[in-house]
């Protein structure tokens, strides 16, 4: 089944359970394991909480979730239009954090690469980031 959806809503931790499960119920007409879902929401909540801790900070913005379905491959695009990466390398590191004070353990970004098949990360300083993430349904 081909499919597309995109929602965009206000980056606050109160919606993160929101775009779990909004994503989750996009993906249940493909038929994939509770463990696909599963690791499908890990990795929505881990890019979610990035944009609005680390894309927003004290501010607020919007966020965007794009998704399609093509085939078995399902596909997601997380996008805040907040501060950006200014280090995109050094960012994907195993617990690197621009949010110490926060006790943040800097693994958001190693726990999508490790629930998804494939992560991407585009981020222009001062204009936001877009985080790309697939996965195999039916693996």
Do not use: Q
């Not at 900070?57 to 093509?70: C, L, Q, V």
């Not at 078995?72 to 695009?77: G, K, Q, T």
């Amino acid at each position: 089944m081909d499919n597309y959806m995109s929602f965009r809503f206000k980056a606050i931790a109160a919606n993160e359970s929101l775009a779990r499960s909004v994503v989750a119920a996009f993906c249940v007409p493909s038929n994939p394991t509770l463990d696909i879902i599963n690791d499908i929401k890990t990795s929505i909540s881990e890019a979610v909480t990035n944009c609005i801790v680390h894309g927003y900070g004290k501010n607020t913005g919007d966020i965007m979730i794009e998704a399609e379905i093509k085939d078995d491959l399902f596909s997601v695009r997380v996008i805040d239009y907040g501060k950006g990466i200014l280090n995109i390398d050094e960012a994907l590191n195993d617990f690197y954090t621009t949010n110490e004070e926060d006790e943040r353990s800097g693994l958001g970004f190693t726990i999508m690469k490790t629930f998804m098949d494939s992560l991407e990360v585009e981020s222009v300083w001062g204009a936001g980031t877009t985080v790309t993430m697939t996965k195999n349904l039916n693996a």
